[in-house]
RNA sequence: GACCCCAUCGUCUAAUGGUCAGGACACAAGACUUUCAAUCUUGAAAUGAGGGUUCGAUUCCCUCUGGGGUCACCA
């Protein structure tokens, strides 16, 4: 038997960074055994329905590397895939339980249910929610009703003793007392479904083998359950998949609760976000695998490919996590790390140009072997880059050119003779440079080593405390640009005679 | 509050009924060094508490504590 999962996302908003993780497990898992992978969309909800968002899922979801073999978008054997469309099928088998007596009809009114709500609260049996009083009308009341044109809710009869077992693929068998489970609206009054009845309906004819889902869908479980149970059904292998905490560890991840981590970041919630930020999906997607489950080895950085091979639902951490972002940092370096040169210069130029940088991939291409070791992001290099971009006048002093083993008179000979070698500098390449320079700054400073000249070149050139090093840096800017800033400098050092 | 889930360094995690409880991030120190980084080396750092079972428990059981989830005609 093959596997089927579905990932089956609500459009109310945009990706979570939860729910791309959830997505990410059942995609490997199903990649892992060969099996399918079905989008749904979950859309009964249509107040909550937002414009867009199913647009944005596949976005998301595809930045990631994450497809899939049935869904919306390109059809399958046993659509539709979006929920509204199902309507009929969903109302037909509510009829057949409620003929079948697992399910009668509600006529209270929400503002009725909310003081049953009330009063069952005072009672100590505030969990119920719900009185059942619709489940005992006599055939009179329930008549009555009909013909005043009441409207009405499907509510699934729970049994009212014994326990049902939920069982889960990473936590064993949960169980729950039947008597404190309510009877739940399975069939709202305007004839959609709720969640409960959806999700059983679904994923039996769409034929899922493992119900990938939140925590947070354990507590009706054993509705779920009963309900298979009704039609007569076999059960999914469920897998509930732990929640994402805050970076405080207080509740659910979510901007709302927290904003900034403890060290001062912004907590990133959507998946955009992530891209916006310089996330790469190679590190997003790795990162993501190592919360709450691990590849093993010791191993921290590897690809999709090498995951999938050994990827195991059961093998997944039943323990909430906070969402380590530190690490993502740390990831996403080593990722750019990896990068080549021109690779991550085209990488970087849709967030340069987004600042306003007129980019020039070649003379980038320079620059990008020695950005890579000092970027986690890549909107790191924004910043670090500004001297290449944006031409402004140096703000620095004529002491800032000097140093202990570099006075005065030797910047002035050193840069002098810099400017010399730089505009005859034949080729213009890393090593000439790099050489050319040396030999300058051990001619010229006290203790007869470069470092000092070398230093006080780069900050000449680049005008930043901080910034790529000296020689990519004249590369990147040309022979032109150096010269100019190298008149500048000298402009500086005489006007401290 | 009721029900349910969970519990290993600060954080993400590995491990077995029996080695000094392993790795990674972050942190600290050192090396290297043209800034900042990167890299390398080293270091500090954990089985929530109390009971059992056992020759022996981080691992199995119970209680407590703590954290989380759910208690909608939302998913």
Redesign the pocket.
Known sequence: MTVRLRF?P?PTGYLHIGSARSALFTWMYARHYGGQCILRI?D??LK?TVEGAVEEFRSSLGWMGIDWDEGPDVGGPVGPYVQTQRAELYQEWANWLLENEFAYKCY???DE?AEI?LTLQKN?Q?????DRRCRYLTADERERRETAGK?Y?LRFKMPLDGTTIVPDLI?GD????NS?V?DH?IL???G?P??HLAHVIDDHFMGITHVTRG??????APLHVNLFEAFGWDLPVYVHLP?I?NPS????LSKRTQAFTDSGQQVLVRVEEFRDAGYLPEALVNFLA?????FGD?R?KFTMDEAIERFDLA?I??????M?Y??L??LN??YI?DMGAMELAEALKPYLEEAGYEVDLPALAYLTPSLS??IKKLTDATPLLAYLYVDKPLEISAEDLTAKQLDLAAAERAFTQAREFISAAEPFDLETI?AGLIKIGEANTSNG???PF??RM?LAMTGQ???????ESILAMGHQRSLEKLDEALTILDGAF
């Open positions: 089956a609500s979950e009964t909800d909550r209270c009114t929400p249910l709500r100590k505030g969990q119920l929610g719900y409207g809710t936590r949960i169980s729950f007392e404190l309510t609206v709202k009054s305007n959609l709720t969640y925590v947070e869908w354990i507590s009706t929640l905490l560890g207080k509740g659910k190592n919360i709450g489950w691990s010791d921290e093998d951490n039943p323990a909430e996590t906070k380590p530190e690490k940092d740390w370096g080593q790390q070791v000092r790099g080593k470069a470092g070398l230093g780069r405390k901080v910034s790529p090093p000296l020689y």
